[in-house]
């Protein structure tokens, strides 16, 4: 079976620019999470779906981040504008949600840097 | 807001040495799972402990559930080179869908 696919799993971009990240979760599984990890923050929790609609995004920093989840098998997460800062590496993970607290599977990664 | 946190953030040990990392966090969970993540990798699930008290093993990895089930532990036994990465633990929020993930111990094995 697939695991969640991710791509780009690498993005070169300039300031300034929009940025694309798109996310297929593991088939069946009806929550699907952004994560931005960085060396100083760690892995941080920007978004989570769930059934598709988004439940928690507290954790995005600013306006300049959006996520869309339009159907069960895709997911986006937009940066416009891009700015040095946002440069990290942004996983996707989903998850079959029952209780809380399941076990997530993580994409590869894409990997930003925004010059 | 629940806080997840794990000691130490570095670790450099001799291969064939043993390494533990501890997690604790700032409210009691109803389970804590571990993750590992290889050096430009992505984190991989490695196991879940659920009950008070738990002990599970994979191998020559040891994991713990503390009896309160607000702390947890994750030992090595002689390590390899292939054990190096970082390793987090999690465990969900209060009443969210949510993993809090701490901010990982990462392992590095001199051969």
């Known amino acids: 079976d697939a695991g969640v696919i991710q791509s780009p799993r690498h993005e070169v971009t300039e300031m300034g620019q929009e940025v694309t990240l798109r996310c297929k979760p593991i088939s069946g599984h009806n929550s699907l999470f952004w994560y931005r990890q960085t060396m100083m923050r760690g892995l941080e929790l920007l978004i989570y779906f769930n059934n598709n609609v988004p439940i928690d995004d507290s954790g995005m920093p600013e306006d300049r981040f959006s996520a869309k989840m339009p159907n069960a098998s895709f997911s986006t997460l937009k940066i416009q504008p891009s700015e040095p800062r946002d440069s990290a590496v942004y996983f996707c993970?989903?998850?079959?949600?029952?209780?809380?607290?399941?076990?997530?599977?993580f994409g590869p990664g894409t990997r930003l840097l925004v010059l | 807001g629940q806080q997840v946190m794990q000691i130490p953030q570095y670790q450099h040990v001799q291969e064939g040495e043993d390494f533990t990392t501890y997690c604790n966090s700032s409210t009691t969970l109803s389970n804590i799972q571990w993750y590992k993540q290889r050096p430009g990798g992505h984190p991989v699930f490695l196991i879940q402990?659920?009950?008070?008290?738990e002990v599970k093993k994979q191998k020559r990895l040891t994991f713990q559930f503390g009896e309160a089930k607000k702390n947890s532990s994750l030992h090595i036994t002689a390590t390899q080179t292939t054990d190096v990465g970082t390793y987090f633990c999690a465990g969900p929020g209060a009443g969210s869908y949510q993993l809090t993930f701490g901010k990982g111990t990462k392992l590095s094995v001199i051969p």
């Open positions: 993970a989903s998850s079959v949600l029952a209780g809380g607290g399941e076990t997530q599977y």
């Open positions: 402990l659920v009950k008070s008290g």
